[in-house]
């Protein structure tokens, strides 16, 4: 039986790949206006929320190997198709071989691929001790930090401080937890409304502070998980009227979300060309620029993976169907 398709979770892809893409943009904002290119460590911990909520019930009936399997077959013909993009887009481009599974610049590919296992075992073998287990990571991320930070002050960017991966890892095992709960309790909007915002405020007050000079790392993902979670509860369980502009418009957020991780992997190509034109219209066009490539590769991945299967024959319609 196919599991019906969430709008919400079409949604907070959709705003997580905008606030990433966003996070990027520096060279596109006038020097004075730099700032607003923000969001990204919010929209990475959406994302990785998104990635453990969709995981619930796949791994029932599956050994590892197969159900790992099935993750290897949705993420790297993306990877791949997106390499071979970039070096159309970038005749000097090149990457290593061991770099194809710990790709530097998609950390984030790294990251999926090792919270995925990590579930797996969770869900078998520890499935009443989700909460444990994040409340564990959080204590050693901290433990982490003292020590690394005795000595140095810590990288921002997730990509060179893998006390990120530690930490979005909590919001991975909070979709999955939020998942594995068959009824959310309801929530009072008028109180988590505005308790989104604080800790959004906190997120940048603590960022802030962080650039300048507190060099404390969790003081501004502590907030930024909290502000995950929160809004996750506000779209999934809280107000008819977002579900009922979901049910409405539904196009426009199946697609985004279907191409989150072709977005992720090949949105900083459009940069260049963007610069070439007036802002504001340069945001705009790096979003229609990179959905247009999104949309390539998957027309690629799909024909490859169409091309690999010889048992059956090219269906023209399903390659360039986007959801």
Avoid at 62 to 81: A, D, E, S, T
Wanted: charged residues 10%.
């Amino acid at each position: 039986m196919t599991k019906k398709r969430d709008l919400s979770v079409d949604l907070l892809k959709t705003i997580a790949a905008i606030l990433i893409v966003n996070s990027h943009a520096e060279v596109l904002y006038p020097d004075s206006i730099r700032a607003l290119a923000t969001g990204g460590g919010i929209g990475d911990s959406l994302f990785f929320y998104c990635s453990g909520l969709l995981l619930f019930g796949t791994t029932a009936g599956f050994g590892f190997l197969n159900w790992y399997k099935k993750r290897i077959n949705r993420i790297f013909p993306v990877v791949f198709g997106a390499l071979i993009i970039s070096s159309v887009f970038n005749a000097s481009f090149t990457i290593p071989i061991a770099n194809l599974f710990f790709i530097k610049g998609a950390w984030f590919v790294s990251c999926i691929m090792i919270y995925y296992a990590a579930y797996y075992f969770i869900d078998h073998y520890f499935p009443q001790y989700f909460i444990h287990i994040a409340i564990v990571v959080f204590a050693l991320s901290w433990l982490w930090f003292v020590v690394e930070n005795a000595n140095a002050p810590l990288q921002v960017n997730a990509s060179t401080n893998k006390i990120g991966w530690l930490w979005y890892f909590i919001s991975f095992l909070a979709g999955a937890y939020s998942g594995k709960i068959a009824k959310l309790p309801k929530i009072k909007l008028w109180i988590s409304i505005p308790a989104f915002f604080i800790c959004v405020g906190l997120y940048y007050f603590f960022h802030g502070a962080y650039l300048s000079k507190w060099h404390n790392f969790q003081l501004f993902l502590v907030p930024a998980l909290t502000a995950t979670s929160m809004l996750a509860r506000i779209i999934v369980s809280g107000n008819g009227k977002i579900q009922a502009l979901l049910e409405k418009y539904p196009a426009p957020f199946r697609a985004v979300s279907t191409l989150t991780l072709n977005i992720y992997l090949l949105h900083t190509l459009t940069f260049n060309f963007c610069k070439e034109i007036v802002f504001p219209l340069n945001i705009l066009a790096m979003y229609v620029a990179t959905f247009g490539l999104a949309y390539l590769l998957q027309i690629f991945v799909n024909f490859f993976i169409q091309t690999m299967n010889k048992n059956s024959v090219y269906d023209w319609r399903a390659m360039i169907k986007l959801c």
